[in-house]
């Protein structure tokens, strides 16, 4: 079992930067894929990227290609997301995930453990 508690989310400007922490519990957590969502208002809940907890492979999302990156800290059992370049329609409740099988992060199925999200809102 995992438990993920995020933090970071706040307000920035257009073309600003935020880098969000995922704090993880659990002893599995290098065999963890882990990962990003998000939810914008009216909208439904979408992915954002996900690296894999054996090779460090990533995906991403085609909106944030360029400008996110993940990366995970297994010693500190922690996963972050630097956000550069924000825009306007990045702002979303953003998820924390993890997963024993990366394959449920983009596939039809969904992650097994989620974090309880920390807001980001993009000024224009």
């Known amino acids: 079992q995992v438990q993920l508690v995020e933090s970071g989310g706040g307000l920035v400007q257009a073309g600003g930067s935020l880098r969000l922490s995922c704090a993880a519990s659990?002893?599995?957590?290098?065999?963890?894929?882990m990962g990003w969502f998000r939810q914008a208002p009216g909208k439904e809940r979408e992915f954002v990227v996900t690296?894999?907890?054996?090779?460090?492979?990533?995906y991403y999302a085609d909106s944030v290609k360029g400008r996110f990156t993940i990366s995970r800290d297994n010693a500190k059992n922690t996963v972050y997301l630097q956000m550069n370049s924000l825009k306007p329609e990045d702002t979303a409740v953003y998820y924390c995930?993890?997963?024993?099988?990366?394959?449920?992060?983009?596939?039809?199925?969904?992650?097994?453990?989620w974090g309880q999200g920390t807001q980001v809102t993009v000024s224009s």
């Open positions: 995930a993890a997963d024993s099988t990366i394959r449920r992060f983009y596939g039809l199925g969904t992650p097994n453990y």
């Open positions: 659990g002893r599995t957590f290098s065999n963890y894929a």
């Open positions: 690296i894999s907890g054996s090779s460090g492979i990533t």
